[in-house]
């Protein structure tokens, strides 16, 4: 299974997040507009979306499907349950990366290295230095 990641742009917490998911949701599900088409689409699908948040892993929602758009961009739509992780470091990035399920982080599980204890703004820094 594939699975997709996404820097939760402009949002500072989990309860942001939470609360700009539900006030998108619509009868169980979530659209999220991308201007690019993912070439493994078929892969996707039973996978989830996960959410970063300052440089960290946090959260996720399962992809049902892609929905074609007027305006020629894409929706991934998403049940609206989010599933909320142990925070994994993850360097930020603009749209969206491929993550295998073998590096996908699982509710309950657990960041062995540390890292997701440092705070956002060391991990940060680490990060901008190639050091994590």
């Avoid at 925070?87 to 509710?107: I, T």
Wanted: proline share 7%; aromatic share 4%.
């Amino acid at each position: 299974m594939l699975h997709l990641t996404k820097t939760a742009v402009g949002c500072a917490s989990l309860e942001a997040l939470s609360n700009r998911l539900a006030r998108r949701a619509s009868g169980g599900e979530v659209r999220v507009v991308t201007r690019m088409r993912p070439k493994r689409m078929p892969e996707l699908i039973g996978g989830s979306l996960h959410w970063i948040v300052k440089h960290r892993i946090i959260a996720r929602n399962e992809i049902l499907r892609f929905d074609d758009r007027s305006d020629g961009r894409i929706d991934i739509v998403c049940a609206d349950s989010l599933i909320i992780l142990p925070p994994a470091p993850k360097r930020a990035h603009q749209g969206w990366r491929y993550l295998e399920e073998g590096d996908a982080p699982e509710p309950g599980g657990g960041d062995d290295s540390g890292l997701g204890a440092l705070p956002p703004s060391l991990y940060g820094k680490l990060a901008a230095l190639a050091l994590v």
